[in-house]
């Protein structure tokens, strides 16, 4: 007994230290990815890049890793050639990177003044949760999913009865549906997959309730339509998210409107009459003058109409203007520009900015065809200039270290 014990304590130790040394060979090794002039695309980068991607994403791209890695040997290719023009020492980019510098301060005195004092407990997520699933105009937080389970020709109303009666016990549709049909389909309400269904069938859809469903014939074929919500537990980060957005947002009314209480401000809304006045003053908050170009600012980044919108309402332009002000000179006054977070989020937002002014100088074309194949031939050349190379065996063979928070959406496996 004591020598069948210390055999597989031995065993376990040998399989840890073998797991942890191949595990730290990988870390320590760093494969080679791809080669993009003098820079090397190694797999940290390739894992950091995946990390920054919105989580509904990384799925994709854990399944194409090629893909994945073909943009950013792009984003590097025009990067470089940024770099190769000067852009970094223009006007506008040094605009760009100030700009950007004062948000990102913005957004870290957000963070330590408001954000980061915000709560949410389970039960509020769990209470909204259920607020969400009984909406009647549906959900924009929790999604709305169609079952479409096959019937067996001869057998459709034993069938449809087990399934009511399995569903009024509270069982889930899927379990039901697997001992009581040929198969289902799950599908997510406006997802492409349910766009590319009949529009009779997608009628049907929008006009169950949840939690609903029962017998349809649609030619020869007997179905049963069930439509659910999907379970907390796939949403419970977005609702989270919701909630503290939410929390947020009335925490920061509330902070500004204590510091606006305590600045000096004074508004001249008819300066916005002529949004092309630009050096005409919009306000003054503590002696600092806005003028409508700063205003202006707010604008930038949005459709016509979204524009349109704003200008119509200049009062509330205005005053976002102002709190975005006093926001800034808050951030000044402690100095957060000089703050390592900050300094750090803009070298890494320097790139960025960069790609996106030598893709606005030299990508011609007014329609989005037009600019895409202006840009497909400038990348044809900067990557045959630049001799890009890339190890397909080291993309393949790459360890990636698994996450429970890098999910699909509907809670798939982890990357």
Known sequence: MRLTTNLAVCVTIVLLT?????????????????????????????????????????GKYRRNRAALLDKMIEE?????????????GTPEAKKRLSRLEEEIAIQRLMQLEVLSKVTVSKEEI???????????EGSSIVKSILYISNLEENNVREQVNVIERELREGLS????????????????????????????????????NNRSGGPINLGPNPFYFFKDTEPLSSCFRRIRRAIRDEKGE???RKWLSSRRAASTI????????????????????????????????????LSVQQRRQKVADKKALLDEAVDREILRQEALKRRLH??????????KERRRILVELVIEQDVAGITPAAREESLAGLLAELKKAAGVKIVAENLKKMYI??????QDIFGGEPI
């Open 18 to 58: 073998t797991t942890g040394c191949i595990r730290r060979s990988l870390k320590k090794q760093d494969l080679l990815l791809a080669t993009v002039g003098e820079k090397k695309i190694r797999e940290s980068d390739f894992r950091a890049q995946l990390e920054r991607l919105d989580p509904t994403l990384r």
């Open 76 to 88: 590097e290719l025009l990067y470089q050639h940024a770099l190769d023009r000067n852009l970094a």
């Open 126 to 136: 769990e209470k909204r949760y259920l607020q969400e699933v009984n909406r009647r």
């Open 173 to 208: 549709f899927p379990e039901v549906a697997k001992r009581n049909s040929l198969g289902y389909q799950m599908l997510e309400l406006d997802s492409a997959d349910f766009n590319d269904l009949p529009q009779e069938v997608r009628k049907i859809a929008v006009m169950l």
């Open 250 to 252: 009335r925490a920061l």
């Open 266 to 301: 004074r508004l001249h809304e008819e300066a916005l009459d002529d949004m092309n006045r630009t050096a005409a003053a919009a306000a003054e908050v503590n002696g600092v003058s806005l003028t409508v170009g700063d205003v202006a600012i707010l604008l930038e980044g």
């Open 338 to 347: 000089e703050a390592k977070f900050v300094k750090e989020r803009l070298a």
């Open 401 to 406: 270290p698994s996450s429970k928070d890098i």
